[in-house]
Protein backbone atom coordinates (compact mmCIF):
# COMPACT_ATOMS: atom_id res chain seq x y z
CA UNK A 1 0.00 0.00 0.00
CA UNK A 2 1.56 3.36 -0.78
CA UNK A 3 0.00 6.55 -0.41
CA UNK A 4 0.33 10.34 -2.05
CA UNK A 5 0.81 12.53 0.94
CA UNK A 6 1.95 9.82 4.04
CA UNK A 7 0.42 7.77 6.10
CA UNK A 8 -2.05 9.17 8.71
CA UNK A 9 -0.29 8.04 12.26
CA UNK A 10 -2.17 10.79 14.59
CA UNK A 11 -5.30 9.24 13.78
CA UNK A 12 -4.35 5.31 13.60
CA UNK A 13 -1.75 5.62 16.80
CA UNK A 14 -3.16 2.81 18.56
CA UNK A 15 -3.04 0.35 15.35
CA UNK A 16 0.38 1.64 14.02
CA UNK A 17 1.96 1.39 17.81
CA UNK A 18 0.23 -2.63 17.87
CA UNK A 19 2.01 -3.42 14.40
CA UNK A 20 5.25 -1.81 15.28
CA UNK A 21 5.54 -3.65 18.23
CA UNK A 22 4.94 -6.57 16.15
CA UNK A 23 7.60 -6.38 14.07
CA UNK A 24 9.98 -4.60 16.01
CA UNK A 25 9.37 -8.25 17.89
CA UNK A 26 10.46 -9.60 14.87
CA UNK A 27 13.75 -7.93 14.33
CA UNK A 28 12.54 -5.55 11.57
CA UNK A 29 12.65 -1.82 12.58
CA UNK A 30 9.85 0.53 11.23
CA UNK A 31 9.64 3.41 9.02
CA UNK A 32 6.87 5.47 8.43
CA UNK A 33 6.03 7.42 5.09
CA UNK A 34 4.74 11.10 6.57
CA UNK A 35 3.57 14.34 5.13
CA UNK A 36 6.40 16.81 7.37
CA UNK A 37 3.80 17.79 9.54
CA UNK A 38 4.57 18.56 13.60
CA UNK A 39 1.14 16.21 14.86
CA UNK A 40 2.32 13.70 12.23
CA UNK A 41 5.89 13.57 13.81
CA UNK A 42 5.05 13.63 17.10
CA UNK A 43 3.08 10.48 16.34
CA UNK A 44 5.25 8.65 14.84
CA UNK A 45 7.82 9.09 18.35
CA UNK A 46 4.79 7.98 20.21
CA UNK A 47 4.14 5.65 18.43
CA UNK A 48 7.76 3.87 18.64
CA UNK A 49 8.85 3.74 14.83
CA UNK A 50 12.97 4.10 14.83
CA UNK A 51 12.34 5.70 11.25
CA UNK A 52 10.24 8.37 9.15
CA UNK A 53 10.28 9.00 5.45
CA UNK A 54 9.59 12.56 5.23
CA UNK A 55 7.00 12.86 1.75
CA UNK A 56 9.11 15.62 -0.29
CA UNK A 57 6.05 15.62 -3.20
CA UNK A 58 5.21 19.07 -2.41
CA UNK A 59 9.09 20.32 -2.30
CA UNK A 60 9.10 18.44 -5.74
CA UNK A 61 5.89 20.35 -6.98
CA UNK A 62 6.87 23.53 -5.84
CA UNK A 63 10.61 23.49 -7.08
CA UNK A 64 9.36 22.46 -10.65
CA UNK A 65 7.03 25.64 -10.61
CA UNK A 66 9.87 27.75 -9.57
CA UNK A 67 12.55 28.58 -12.80
CA UNK A 68 15.56 29.42 -10.45
CA UNK A 69 17.21 27.38 -8.28
CA UNK A 70 18.26 30.24 -6.26
CA UNK A 71 14.53 31.07 -5.44
CA UNK A 72 13.85 27.29 -4.49
CA UNK A 73 15.86 27.83 -1.75
CA UNK A 74 13.53 30.44 0.05
CA UNK A 75 10.34 27.66 -0.63
CA UNK A 76 8.20 27.25 2.26
CA UNK A 77 7.63 23.58 1.67
CA UNK A 78 11.56 23.41 1.88
CA UNK A 79 11.23 25.41 5.03
CA UNK A 80 8.76 22.78 6.32
CA UNK A 81 11.33 19.67 5.51
CA UNK A 82 14.25 21.26 7.13
CA UNK A 83 11.67 21.91 10.33
CA UNK A 84 10.16 18.40 10.14
CA UNK A 85 13.87 16.82 10.24
CA UNK A 86 14.80 18.94 12.99
CA UNK A 87 12.37 17.69 15.20
CA UNK A 88 12.06 14.45 14.08
CA UNK A 89 15.92 14.31 15.14
CA UNK A 90 15.31 16.24 18.70
CA UNK A 91 12.42 13.15 18.98
CA UNK A 92 15.26 10.29 18.98
CA UNK A 93 13.68 9.64 15.20
CA UNK A 94 16.12 8.94 12.58
CA UNK A 95 15.12 10.35 8.97
CA UNK A 96 14.96 9.51 5.53
CA UNK A 97 13.10 11.41 2.73
CA UNK A 98 11.68 10.54 -0.73
CA UNK A 99 9.44 11.37 -3.57
CA UNK A 100 9.80 13.39 -6.53
CA UNK A 101 12.96 13.86 -6.58
CA UNK A 102 15.43 14.40 -9.31
CA UNK A 103 18.57 15.08 -10.36
CA UNK A 104 17.51 18.90 -10.63
CA UNK A 105 15.94 19.41 -7.29
CA UNK A 106 18.43 17.06 -5.27
CA UNK A 107 20.82 19.65 -4.59
CA UNK A 108 18.71 21.90 -2.72
CA UNK A 109 17.25 19.65 -0.46
CA UNK A 110 20.88 19.14 0.81
CA UNK A 111 19.33 21.84 2.95
CA UNK A 112 17.39 19.45 5.23
CA UNK A 113 19.71 18.25 7.97
CA UNK A 114 19.42 14.77 9.58
CA UNK A 115 18.91 13.05 6.42
CA UNK A 116 19.97 9.51 6.16
CA UNK A 117 18.31 8.10 3.34
CA UNK A 118 17.09 9.08 0.20
CA UNK A 119 14.68 7.44 -1.99
CA UNK A 120 14.66 8.26 -5.54
CA UNK A 121 14.16 5.29 -7.68
CA UNK A 122 11.36 6.65 -10.18
CA UNK A 123 14.21 9.62 -11.48
CA UNK A 124 16.68 6.92 -11.57
CA UNK A 125 15.09 4.72 -13.71
CA UNK A 126 13.57 6.95 -16.22
CA UNK A 127 17.05 8.48 -17.11
CA UNK A 128 18.59 4.89 -17.03
CA UNK A 129 16.26 4.37 -20.18
CA UNK A 130 18.21 6.83 -22.09
CA UNK A 131 21.77 6.71 -20.45
CA UNK A 132 21.84 3.26 -19.18
CA UNK A 133 21.59 2.07 -15.53
CA UNK A 134 25.24 2.20 -14.40
CA UNK A 135 25.75 5.96 -16.08
CA UNK A 136 22.41 6.83 -14.42
CA UNK A 137 23.22 5.56 -10.64
CA UNK A 138 26.51 7.27 -10.91
CA UNK A 139 25.29 11.06 -12.09
CA UNK A 140 22.85 10.66 -9.06
CA UNK A 141 25.70 9.30 -6.92
CA UNK A 142 28.13 12.62 -7.95
CA UNK A 143 24.88 14.79 -6.70
CA UNK A 144 24.64 12.94 -3.58
CA UNK A 145 28.42 13.26 -2.53
CA UNK A 146 27.76 17.22 -1.57
CA UNK A 147 25.22 16.13 1.70
Known sequence: MTTEGGLDVAGNEKSLSDLRKKMNDAGIEVSLFIAPDEEQIEASARVGSQF??????QFAEAFFEKPQPAAAADLPE???LVAGAKQAHAL???VNAGHGLNYENLPILFAVPHLEELN???SI???SIFSGMETAVKEMLRLMKGY
Open 92 to 94: GLR
Open 120 to 122: IGH
Open 78 to 80: LQC
Open 125 to 127: VSR
Open 52 to 57: IELHTG
